[in-house]
C-alpha cells in the first residue's frame, strides 16, 4: 500500500462489494454502483462563490470551529486558507504558534474570539488525515475535547 493511488483503486472494490453496503445498510437496488470521482453526473450547480460569509455567520453564534490545513499542499496553499480566516477580522485569544505531538512540531496554530481555531498540519498535504493520520488524529482530539493544540 505504499503507492497513493493503490488505496483509492481499492476503495472501489470495498464500498461496492455486498457485505460493505448490508454492513452500511444500502437497500438492494436502490443506489447504483459508488464511484469516488464524479465528472459532471451530480445533480448540483456552483452558485456560491464563497463561503465565508456562512462561516462569519457560524462562528458568531458560537459554534465552535477547527479550520486546518496540510502545509504540503500545493493545490490549496495553507496561505490561502489562513488568508480567509484572517479576513474574518476576529481578535486573537492565542497567537501563532507552533503545535506539538511526542516532542516534535506538528504544525502551527492560531486561536480567534468566537471558538475559531485555525491550524496547519505538518508535513499533510491536500488531504491532511490521510498523510498525517496521528497528527490531524492528535490535533482533533485535542479541540474536541477543548484542550489547546
Known amino acids: 500500500m505504499d503507492c497513493h493511488n493503490y ?72 496561505l490561502g486558507t489562513q488568508s480567509w480566516v484572517r479576513s474574518l477580522n476576529f481578535p486573537i485569544v492565542d ?8 516532542g516534535q512540531s506538528a504544525g502551527f496554530t492560531i486561536t480567534y474570539t468566537n471558538n475559531l481555531t485555525f491550524a496547519t498540519v505538518k508535513g499533510g498535504g491536500h488531504t491532511a488525515p490521510e498523510f498525517q493520520p496521528e497528527r490531524c488524529l492528535a490535533m482533533f482530539r485535542r479541540w474536541v475535547c477543548r484542550e489547546p493544540l
Not at 481499492?10 to 437497500?27: E, H, M, P, Q, V
Not at 497567537?95 to 511526542?102: F, S, V
Open 95 to 102: 497567537e501563532w504558534r507552533a503545535w506539538h505531538l511526542d
Open 7 to 78: 488505496g483509492t483503486y481499492l476503495s472501489y472494490f470495498w464500498a461496492n462489494n455486498n457485505i460493505t453496503r448490508d454492513a452500511l445498510g444500502i437497500k438492494k437496488g436502490s443506489k447504483d454502483e459508488w464511484v469516488r470521482c464524479h465528472e459532471g453526473d451530480l445533480p448540483y450547480s456552483f452558485d456560491i462563490k464563497s463561503t465565508i460569509k456562512y462561516h462569519r455567520n457560524m462562528t458568531l453564534k458560537g459554534y465552535p470551529a477547527l479550520v486546518y490545513s496540510g502545509d504540503h499542499d500545493s493545490a490549496v496553499p495553507f
